[in-house]
């Protein structure tokens, strides 16, 4: 009996369509991007990146204290928000083990923090984070430790430390829901083999899951900082938004993302718009490698494994 | 044995902060928008400075319009592409636009308000509803191909074997088998992309620019909720703060409802399991 197949192949073209529409959209991204930055990329070249200035004005424009700004907010984030999500990791798989309610319902919290927006997060940090970390962590240091370049510089709340700090609370739900899944697929013979030669739990969580699972809580981590990188609502609201270079937690800064939030309605003249999408390259390879690299650490690590139950 | 005591210390500690600050964004987003919230906030318009009583009227309205109109573009290309990569695997096309897709997915989303921008916006000579729309559209279709894919993934083969053997044609197989039996993942996905962009920011800021009034036509400057809690927080005057909580809390509730339905969603086909 002859089928006609006609409708199979209106299905598999319509949704190839669909297919190549996504392709579409990104040589229209890749392309956009890459043609309206090389104005910039010709007068600046690559000294761009370390250029560190940037004044409409008189139309020099460098990223260095944007990538510096985006660096440092991002590696503040890891700081403090690595040891909470791996805190929270090994809570939910070692120490809830047994516990399976209480265990769902830490994990489900901490999921709610990723469905807060970011906007909101910024607020907060805005009003309540940011004055509370002035008063009570920054005042008193830069008052005793003031003459670290660390503690430097009159703390104004609208710093480098917390827009760390708020980026932290943001990349936990990732960065422990990835590690959750990576512990789990650390095989149970591992922890029975420390537990037959009478180690305590935190010695078979130290010495022998986590070791198992390095490379892949070091793929959570960077996806993680890819998420930092990008984040530009929240830190906008509290990095201070000025153009510069400094150690200090205390000093106001600037990120990559929030340059884009902030200078695209004073963006005026050919090159100050190329320098515009030149930084969103900058940014977009950024986020590129970071993830790329995360996700060949996690898959790495998860392939072909059964996950403990 | 002490310092097994002290590292339990410590990741209790751990996951005493995060909830911690779960528990504080919620509440005081609660305590301090809920005085601000009554009838009139939610359907005036901000008006002039001077005016006292403002409101989120234009936003409310402008963030529904924008969030359907990015979701009746996305959802053809995202459901229809996530079931391509999940149906027809073998194809290079599937292949290679599957990992546009997750490449399209780490995309800082103020990078893609920039591209609408330079495309449309400046195109167009104005800051639309519509260019906000199709930013969000963009940032949704990687959310909802991917949990396509995901969810039709799940579908035991037997089921389509099965189908195929019966002699049913192969697009009826996925129209009316596997997608029907994935139609929770698919619910799910869609509406995870919705609240995404529900809440996103950044894009709008170059797009859509916020409006003090309702917005006549899409081709006009339109106004979102978290485009008014942005204006509102980084304003100067301490009232205004307080709209701005009032905002977010709104956002919060429209937040939350959506992830109720979702939930009710997956709860409903939990109980229909495939006995394959």
Known sequence: MRRRLGGDSFLRVTLAAAAVAILILMLALAGVLISKSTLSISKFGISFLWGSIWNANTEIFGALPFIFGTMYTSALALLFGLPISLGVAIFITEKAHNFPRIGNLIGTLVELLAAVPSVIYGLWALFVLSPFVKNYIEIPLHNSLGFIPLFAGTPFGLDFLNAGLILAIMIIPTVSAITRDILNAVPNSQREAMYAIGATHWEVIWKSVLPYARSGIFGATILGLGRAVGETMAVTMVVGNQIKISPSLFSGGYTLASLLANQVFEASGKLFISSIIEICLVLFLLAFVINVIARFLIWRMTKGVHFRG | MLVDKIMSALIIVAVAIAVIALVAILADTVIQGLPVINVDFLKNIPGPVTVPDRGIGPDIVGTFTMVGLATLMSVPIGVGAGVFFSEWPESRLSFI????????????????????????????????????????????????????????????????????????????????????????????????????????????????????????????????????????????????????????????????????????????????????
């Open chain 2, 97 to 276: 636009s599957s990992f546009t897709n997750d490449v399209l997915a780490e995309f800082p989303s103020m990078v893609i308000g920039i591209f609408v921008w330079v495309t449309l916006v400046i195109s167009m000579k104005t800051f639309s509803g519509l260019a906000g729309a199709v930013a969000l559209g963009i940032i949704m279709i990687p959310i909802i191909a991917r949990t396509t894919e995901e969810s039709l993934k799940i579908v035991p083969r037997t089921l389509r074997e099965a189908s195929i053997a019966l002699g049913v044609s192969r697009w009826k197989t996925v129209v009316r088998i596997v997608m029907s039996t994935g139609k929770a993942g698919l619910a799910t996905g869609i509406l995870l992309a919705i609240a995404r962009a529900a809440g996103e920011t950044a894009p709008l800021l170059v797009t859509a620019l916020g409006n003090s009034f309702f917005a006549k036509s899409i081709f006009e400057p339109t106004a979102a909720i978290p485009l008014f809690v942005f204006d509102y927080a980084i304003s100067p005057y301490a009232i205004w703060h307080s709209y701005a909580w009032g905002a977010a809390l709104v956002l919060i509730a429209i937040m939350l409802a959506l992830n109720l339905v979702v939930r009710l969603v997956i709860k409903r086909n939990v109980t229909t399991r495939a006995e394959i």
